[in-house]
C-alpha cells in the first residue's frame, strides 16, 4: 500500500482541518511520504502531494471544479475516492488556477533576486527551503533556448516544475520564471504564452563588436552609412557633454569613442526596442525585462554601458536588470577568474550607471563566484539579480559520486568523451590533463573530483549529452537512472544543495528573515 493511502486510512482528522493533517504528515513523512505543505485546499477540493509508484503523484479528494478539472485514476482510500494525477503540465495549469501562490509573478520591487535553473526539474523544493529564511526572491523556472535543447524540455515542462515544487513545499512567498537568453520575437513570444514573469532578451547577435577595432577612414565610412538624422539626434545628445554618476564619477565620449559605441551597440538598441513595443509591452501582464549584452568576447566598458542605459531611457524602454560583460572570466561553474582590484572597480562604475537608470544589475553565470560575492553584494547596495543555473546539476552529480560511484564512472568517462562537441555551445579553460585517471582512483575519492574545477566543468557543460544519450534500442543509457537515483535519494540531494547555494547567499551578504 502506498505510504498516502495509509496517510488518509486512520488519522480521525476531519478534510477540512489542513493544519492538523500538515501536521500528522510532518510528523511521519517516512512512513506516509506526503509533503505537509502541499495539503491545500479550494473550490471543495483538497489536493496534496506524495511519492507514488517510485516517484511522485498530486492525489486531490473532495470532489469541486477543481477535482473534475484534474485528469487521472481513481483509487479508494480512507473510504474516499481519491484521483491519483500525474505532475503533468495540465493538472499544473488547474491548480495554477485555483492557487495563485502558484502562478510565477515580477519581481521588479525586489532587492534581491536570484535565479536558480534547474536543469532536471528536481532541484528547486531543496532551493524553496533555504530561500524562504531568506529576504531574496528567487527564479525558480530559469532556462535558455539552448538549454531547452540540450535537456530536451518545454517552457511549459520548466514552468510546470517550478510550480510542482512550489506546491509541494507551500512555498506563498512568490516565485520568477525567467525566459533566459531568447534571442528572436518567436522565443520571447512563446516563454510569454506560457506565463513567463521575466524575460532575458540576449542581443548577442546584434552586437558587432568588430567595430570596436575600427579607426580612420573605415571607422568614418561605416559611420557616415548610418542615416543623417540618427547621427545628429545622437551627437547632440552625446558630444561635448558630462554626465554625472554618484561619487564625483563622470562619463563622457570622444567623438570617435561615440562613433565606435554606436556602430557597436545601434542594431542592439533598435531590436531590444522593437522587442519590448511588439512583445513585452503589449502583453499584458508585467514582465520583468532583462538586457543581457554579456554574451560578447570583450568586456562592457562603463561608457558603453551608460550608451546603452541612456538609448533605452530615451525610447521610454522600461528594463528591471541589465547584464553587462565584466571583465575576468565567469566560466561556468568555477570561481572567478581575474583582476580583482579591476573587477571591484568597474563593478562599482557599472552599478551607479545601473542606479543612475533606475535598474538592477545582473551577474550571469553567477554560480560558484565566491570570490566576488561580497563586492557583489556591497557594491550594488544589496539590489541585484544574480543567475545560477549548472551548478544545481554538478551537485546531482556530487551526490551521485557519493551513493552510487558505478554510475558516476560511466557519466564522467561519457563526459570525457563528448568534451569537445560541448566546447561549442560553452567556453571552459578545463585542462583534462589536470583531471586524475577515475581508473586509479578508490570509489570513495570521486567525489573530491566535484572539488577540482576541470573535473566540474567538464561534468558541468555534457549536462545535455548526458541526459540525451540513447541506447541503440532507443532507451537512455543515464537519464532514468540519473532520474530514479535522484527521486530516491532526494533528502541527499536537498541538503547538498541548500548547502551548496547556502553558501552563495551568506557571502552575497543575503539577510535571514
Ligand atoms: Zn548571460
Not at 564619477?249 to 557597436?264: C, N, R
Amino acid at each position: 500500500m502506498e505510504g498516502w493511502m495509509k496517510f488518509l486510512s486512520n488519522h480521525g482528522i476531519r478534510d477540512n482541518d489542513i493544519s492538523s493533517l500538515r501536521k500528522l504528515a510532518g510528523d511521519n513523512f517516512d512512513e506516509y511520504a506526503v509533503y505537509p505543505g502541499s495539503l491545500q485546499t479550494a473550490e471543495g477540493t483538497t489536493i496534496f502531494m506524495a511519492r507514488h509508484a517510485d516517484s511522485k503523484a498530486l492525489l486531490a479528494f473532495g470532489g469541486g471544479s477543481l477535482y473534475d478539472e484534474l485528469e487521472g485514476e481513481a483509487a479508494e482510500a480512507g473510504g474516499r475516492t481519491v484521483k491519483v494525477c500525474d505532475l503533468s503540465v495540465e493538472n499544473n495549469k488547474a491548480v495554477r488556477r485555483a492557487f495563485p501562490f502558484t502562478r510565477p509573478s515580477s519581481h521588479r520591487e525586489k532587492n534581491i533576486t536570484i535565479g536558480l535553473g534547474d536543469r532536471l526539474g528536481l532541484a528547486s523544493p531543496a532551493h524553496i527551503r533555504l530561500i524562504r529564511d531568506y529576504d531574496v526572491f528567487p527564479v525558480l523556472a530559469q532556462q535558455s533556448v539552448r538549454e531547452l535543447n540540450l535537456t530536451g524540455r518545454t517552457f511549459d515542462g520548466v514552468l510546470a516544475a517550478a510550480s510542482w515544487a512550489v506546491l509541494q513545499e507551500g512555498y506563498t512567498g512568490g516565485f520568477g520564471a525567467d525566459g533566459d537568453h531568447l534571442k528572436t520575437h518567436q522565443e520571447v513570444m512563446q516563454a510569454l504564452d506560457c506565463g513567463y514573469t521575466m524575460i532575458t532578451l540576449d542581443c548577442s547577435e546584434h552586437i558587432d563588436n568588430k567595430a570596436a577595432a575600427l579607426s580612420g577612414d573605415e571607422l568614418e565610412r561605416q559611420y557616415l552609412s548610418l542615416p543623417g538624422e540618427l547621427r545628429q539626434s545622437l551627437e547632440s545628445r552625446y558630444l561635448g557633454r558630462r554626465f554625472a554618476l554618484e561619487d564625483g564619477l563622470t562619463i563622457d565620449f570622444s567623438p570617435e569613442e561615440l562613433k565606435k559605441i554606436v556602430l557597436i551597440y545601434h542594431r542592439a538598441i533598435e531590436h531590444t526596442s522593437d522587442i519590448y513595443v511588439n512583445a513585452i509591452k503589449s502583453c499584458g501582464r508585467s514582465i520583468d525585462f532583462e538586457l543581457s549584452i554579456d554574451e560578447t568576447l570583450t568586456p562592457t566598458t562603463p561608457e558603453s554601458h551608460y550608451f546603452v542605459a541612456s538609448e533605452l531611457d530615451y525610447r521610454g524602454i522600461v528594463i528591471t536588470s541589465l547584464a553587462p560583460r565584466f571583465c575576468g572570466e565567469f566560466q561556468k561553474g568555477i570561481d572567478y577568474k581575474g583582476d580583482h582590484a579591476q573587477f571591484v572597480r568597474e563593478f562599482d562604475i557599472h552599478c551607479k550607471i545601473a542606479g543612475k537608470f533606475g535598474y538592477k544589475i545582473s551577474v550571469h553565470s553567477g554560480s560558484d563566484k565566491f570570490q566576488i560575492f561580497p563586492t557583489v553584494g556591497e557594491k550594488t547596495g544589496g539590489r541585484y539579480h544574480l543567475k545560477t543555473a549548472g551548478t544545481n546539476w554538478l551537485e546531482a552529480v556530487r551526490v551521485i559520486a557519493e551513493l552510487r560511484p558505478s554510475l558516476y564512472r560511466k557519466m564522467h568517462t561519457f563526459a570525457l568523451s563528448k568534451l569537445e562537441e560541448a566546447k561549442k555551445y560553452y567556453h571552459i579553460g578545463a585542462d583534462v590533463k589536470k583531471i586524475p585517471d577515475i581508473s586509479s582512483l578508490e570509489d570513495g575519492g570521486l567525489p573530491r573530483l566535484m572539488e577540482l574545477d576541470d573535473a566540474r566543468q567538464v561534468l558541468h557543460i555534457t549536462y545535455g549529452f548526458i541526459l540525451q544519450a540513447k541506447k541503440p534500442d532507443g532507451s537512455y543509457i543515464f537519464r532514468d537512472e540519473i532520474y530514479d537515483f535522484l527521486n530516491k535519494h532526494e533528502a541527499e540531494y536537498y541538503k547538498a544543495l541548500q548547502k551548496h547555494i547556502g553558501r552563495h547567499l551568506l557571502l552575497l551578504g543575503a539577510k535571514p528573515l
